[in-house]
């Protein structure tokens, strides 16, 4: 996976899904954080990260999805754990190939069990009530860009 460790901290590149169905979008968290966040994982080394969506949304949920388009290109900067982070992440508007049964807000647990996470499908229209991270999908979730967006955060300093 790319991810690395530096004297001023972490670089990792990640490819996320945005997985919209009956006005509902999936979520998670691992079981320590106190936020949530969209689904997905680092890009391996020669993996284009549309395929680290495929790949990562099998691992998690045993489930097989289609990349739709790439929605927004994001350059964050944040503090994780007392460590900061330069996290480059591509987003996809992803679908499953078989949509599985949503029940809203309730958590489930997915198939990979090397991690902690539980997953929950929320409505749009409460999103507001969440800790998504990071800030912007709040509002850019309800007002999905007709073409790619390339977004910029600086939650810490340089």
């Not at 499953?96 to 309730?106: D, G, L, N, V, Y």
């Not at 198939?111 to 499908?121: A, I, P, Q, Y």
């Amino acid at each position: 996976m790319i991810c690395f460790d530096a004297v001023e901290g972490r670089f990792n590149f990640r490819s996320v899904a945005v997985i919209i169905h009956s006005d509902h979008i999936l979520i998670h968290r691992a079981l320590e954080d106190d936020f949530w966040a969209l689904p997905g994982g680092r890009v391996e080394f020669f993996e284009n990260s549309n395929l680290t969506v495929k790949r990562e949304m099998f691992e998690e949920l045993g489930l097989e999805c289609d990349v739709v388009r790439q929605l927004w290109y994001v350059e964050n900067f944040f503090e994780y754990n007392s460590l900061r982070f330069h996290e480059l992440a591509n987003y996809f508007l992803v679908s499953f190939t078989k949509q599985p049964k949503i029940e809203s807000e309730m958590d489930f647990k997915g198939v990979e069990t090397s991690v902690n996470l539980l997953f929950r499908w929320v409505p749009l229209a409460k999103l507001k009530g969440y800790n998504l991270k990071p800030d912007f999908l709040i509002d850019k979730l309800t007002d999905l860009p007709s073409s790619l967006e390339c977004i910029q955060i600086r939650e810490i300093n340089a």
